[in-house]
């Protein structure tokens, strides 16, 4: 096998950009991603204290989720995996090891900082989840769960695009819904109204000089008042947009509980989030990426092992989600706000040659929150990992879809159960994932 560079990942991410692939979803409409049996949709009605806010991250690359928690119960895990895998809780010496989440799974290292967040109840660990589809493209496997259905063509659209499509917002004035702290709108936002891709919201503005800034502004909003919809309620949305995220002090944000966000840009984008939801605005939906999971070699899983690339790519995860979840999930917000955290697949249960791991399919998922029935690992059974019980002789395989999860959280704590449309034939089947 060639040895690949660290974080760089394989061939697809050398043949189309992130930014070209996301920004295929611009330009779709609510018209365009809604069925022709509207009628049996039922707008889901807002009602403070009971819609929780969501905010969505997507791994990229396909994590290696046996290495984020590891089972290390299961024999057949050390076995397959004499270099990378994570130490026993209770092994010997004084070298790094996992931290036990109970009597088979443990957070790996530089997964640690969310711990508290777990001990506390507030954080699930959802394992052995994933897509039904087998795809091991990034792209195809990483659409299909945008979408919220696999191997549909004609399907267009986010799922959580059209849960905003069929709910009433959150406050009836906000001019900004959504947003995707990204360069182009991801696709699971697609389709929604008054959703946009806004990489940095603290520098949000029109395009152009600093000193000429008001007055395009003023000309946007005077040029198309009087244009016909929806084109003038867009440009009265864009100013109002404008400034509505210039007036929120994103550089002079005050965190809470004595949160501290790594300055990465993972850190800053939930800073940017936490900031966003205090202000209650009207943002229901915020969408992040998190890449370079794509782990093919010199993994790195341990800050001992291969230059630790992997560990600290964890470390980035936990420690920006554990200060979001003291800052905000135990923060003071005017709504509740749920988490959640999904991968396009996972990787193949043994380590190859190099000391990575290739595309697999079983993955590990995460929610959290204060109304998730957090504090445990939740599965569908564990499938083992004895090669007679792995899905083509090499991969965990999936026994949960993840849609289980997300159905569940838009149901009962996004409060729409138009889960027909959201998730288009597709029957959930309710796991446990969320509390009264």
Same mark, same amino acid.
């Given at each position: 096998m060639s040895h690949e560079h660290r974080g760089q990942g394989c061939h697809e991410y050398h043949e189309v950009t992130r930014r070209d692939f996301l920004t295929v979803a611009g330009g779709i409409g609510v018209a365009a991603l809604l069925p022709t049996w509207l009628p049996q949709v039922v707008l889901a009605q807002s009602s403070n204290g009971q819609r929780d806010i969501i905010v969505s991250v997507f791994l990229s690359g396909g994590v290696d989720g046996m290495s984020l928690v590891a089972p290390f119960g299961d024999p057949d895990y050390y076995t397959g995996r004499p270099n990378i895998a994570i130490p026993r809780p209770d092994a010997a010496g004084t070298g790094p090891k996992g931290t036990a989440l109970d009597n088979f799974f443990a957070f790996s290292p530089g997964m640690a900082p969310l711990y508290p967040a777990y001990a506390a109840g507030d954080l699930l660990v959802v394992h052995a989840t994933g897509s039904v589809n087998n795809s091991r493209s990034h792209f195809d496997a990483q659409r299909y769960m945008e979408v919220g259905k696999p191997a549909d063509p004609n399907i267009s659209g986010g799922w959580l695009g059209r849960h905003l499509a069929t709910s009433t917002p959150l406050?009836? %004035? =906000?001019? +900004?819904?959504?947003?995707?702290? %990204? =360069?182009? +709108?991801?696709?699971?936002?697609s389709g929604?109204?008054?959703?946009?891709?806004?990489?940095?919201?603290?520098?949000?503005t029109i395009g152009g000089a600093n000193n000429t800034a008001t007055a395009r502004t003023q000309w946007l909003a005077q040029d198309y008042a009087n244009a016909p919809d929806p084109v003038a309620a867009n440009a009265l949305d864009t100013t109002n947009t404008v400034a509505l995220l210039q007036s929120i002090n994103f550089a002079g944000y005050t965190t809470q509980n004595g949160a501290v966000y790594p300055n990465t840009g993972f850190g800053n984008s939930l800073r940017s989030a936490a900031a966003l939801i205090k202000a209650d605005v009207g943002v229901e939906a915020i969408h992040?990426?998190?890449?370079?999971?794509?782990?093919?070699a010199t993994q790195g899983t341990l800050p001992t092992l291969d230059g630790g690339y992997m560990h600290n790519l964890m470390l980035n995860l936990s420690q920006s989600l554990a200060a979001f979840h003291a800052d905000v999930i135990q923060g003071t917000t005017a709504y509740g706000v749920t988490v959640v955290l999904i991968s396009e697949f996972g990787r193949n249960a043994r380590e190859n040659g190099d000391r990575g791991t290739d595309h697999g399919r079983g993955n590990v998922a995460f929610a959290m929150g204060r109304k998730i029935a957090g504090g445990k690992v939740l599965t569908n059974g564990w499938p083992g990992l004895a090669r007679e019980n792995l899905e083509s002789g090499q991969d965990l395989r999936v026994t949960l879809d993840h849609r289980d999860v997300l159905a569940e959280i838009v149901q009962n704590r996004l409060g729409n159960a138009n889960l027909g449309v959201i998730f288009p034939d597709f029957t959930p089947k309710f796991r446990g994932v969320t509390k009264p």
């Amino acid at each position: 096998m060639s040895h690949e560079h660290r974080g760089q990942g394989c061939h697809e991410y050398h043949e189309v950009t992130r930014r070209d692939f996301l920004t295929v979803a611009g330009g779709i409409g609510v018209a365009a991603l809604l069925p022709t049996w509207l009628p049996q949709v039922v707008l889901a009605q807002s009602s403070n204290g009971q819609r929780d806010i969501i905010v969505s991250v997507f791994l990229s690359g396909g994590v290696d989720g046996m290495s984020l928690v590891a089972p290390f119960g299961d024999p057949d895990y050390y076995t397959g995996r004499p270099n990378i895998a994570i130490p026993r809780p209770d092994a010997a010496g004084t070298g790094p090891k996992g931290t036990a989440l109970d009597n088979f799974f443990a957070f790996s290292p530089g997964m640690a900082p969310l711990y508290p967040a777990y001990a506390a109840g507030d954080l699930l660990v959802v394992h052995a989840t994933g897509s039904v589809n087998n795809s091991r493209s990034h792209f195809d496997a990483q659409r299909y769960m945008e979408v919220g259905k696999p191997a549909d063509p004609n399907i267009s659209g986010g799922w959580l695009g059209r849960h905003l499509a069929t709910s009433t917002p959150l406050r009836s %004035t =906000a001019p +900004l819904r959504a947003l995707g702290l %990204t =360069a182009g +709108l991801p696709v699971t936002l697609s389709g929604g109204p008054k959703a946009l891709p806004i990489q940095n919201p603290a520098n949000f503005t029109i395009g152009g000089a600093n000193n000429t800034a008001t007055a395009r502004t003023q000309w946007l909003a005077q040029d198309y008042a009087n244009a016909p919809d929806p084109v003038a309620a867009n440009a009265l949305d864009t100013t109002n947009t404008v400034a509505l995220l210039q007036s929120i002090n994103f550089a002079g944000y005050t965190t809470q509980n004595g949160a501290v966000y790594p300055n990465t840009g993972f850190g800053n984008s939930l800073r940017s989030a936490a900031a966003l939801i205090k202000a209650d605005v009207g943002v229901e939906a915020i969408h992040a990426f998190l890449g370079g999971w794509d782990t093919h070699a010199t993994q790195g899983t341990l800050p001992t092992l291969d230059g630790g690339y992997m560990h600290n790519l964890m470390l980035n995860l936990s420690q920006s989600l554990a200060a979001f979840h003291a800052d905000v999930i135990q923060g003071t917000t005017a709504y509740g706000v749920t988490v959640v955290l999904i991968s396009e697949f996972g990787r193949n249960a043994r380590e190859n040659g190099d000391r990575g791991t290739d595309h697999g399919r079983g993955n590990v998922a995460f929610a959290m929150g204060r109304k998730i029935a957090g504090g445990k690992v939740l599965t569908n059974g564990w499938p083992g990992l004895a090669r007679e019980n792995l899905e083509s002789g090499q991969d965990l395989r999936v026994t949960l879809d993840h849609r289980d999860v997300l159905a569940e959280i838009v149901q009962n704590r996004l409060g729409n159960a138009n889960l027909g449309v959201i998730f288009p034939d597709f029957t959930p089947k309710f796991r446990g994932v969320t509390k009264p």
